[in-house]
């Protein structure tokens, strides 16, 4: 086969990668290979995972507030640890605390119940329950999807990504004047799920371009992961 008719997927748990690492994966690819249509080796579906428990923020609260009467503003969900933020000299509370709460389900509830539903006594600014630093992304399962054709749309990506568990989004990165560039972030529903698409098409599927966007399967041994950072 040509190696102008196939493009190598590649996927990245990571939101960037260094271009010497992509040409050089690109540089250990071969291109006289015979491809094996997709729905011969269809990929066996992962079930989804929890995500684990999952940190909040609780901002306004007054100062003389206890570790209990944290737990007792969240009574429709079960709480896992308070851990009221001090002053390092004085040890007193600045009137926040993170939360621990079992699931994303319970914290999305939570954020959805508590954020700026009210204002506590002694306080001039409602309730802030959000999600702390750093975790919503951690829950995201980014994944970067470099080496795709021009013709390839979002449902497409979606198609594949679905073999693997829950998609929640698929975004195309494309040039001003709305070229695509050739690469994509997926993210999945979970982090099995988006281990579970790196293992099985990394380095291993191709797209055949033009004039439709369809998927085979390489029997080849598998190409390292691009370096991420």
Known sequence: TSSHTHTRIHTCSSVKTEKKDRQKTMSDQTATETAQPMDQVAPAHQDEEGDGPVK????????????????????????????????????????????????????????????????????????????????????????????????????????????????????IHTWPSGQPKGAAFVKMGSRRAAEAAINALNGQYRMRDPPSCWWSSLPRRRSPLPRCR
Do not use: W
């Open 56 to 171: 909040l923020f609780l901002g306004q609260v007054p100062r003389s507030y206890t570790e209990e009467q944290v737990r007792q503003l969240f009574q429709f969900t079960p709480v896992l640890e308070v851990k009221m933020i001090t002053d390092k000299i004085t040890g007193n509370s600045k009137g926040c605390c993170f939360v621990m709460v079992p699931s994303r389900e319970e914290a999305e509830q939570c954020i959805q119940n508590l954020h700026e539903s009210t204002t506590l006594e002694g306080l001039s600014n409602s309730l802030q329950c959000k999600y702390a630093d750093g975790e919503l992304e951690r829950l995201e399962h980014k994944l970067f999807v470099g080496m795709i054709p021009d013709t390839c749309s979002e449902q497409d990506l979606r198609s594949l990504f679905s073999n693997y568990g829950t998609v929640r989004e698929v975004f």
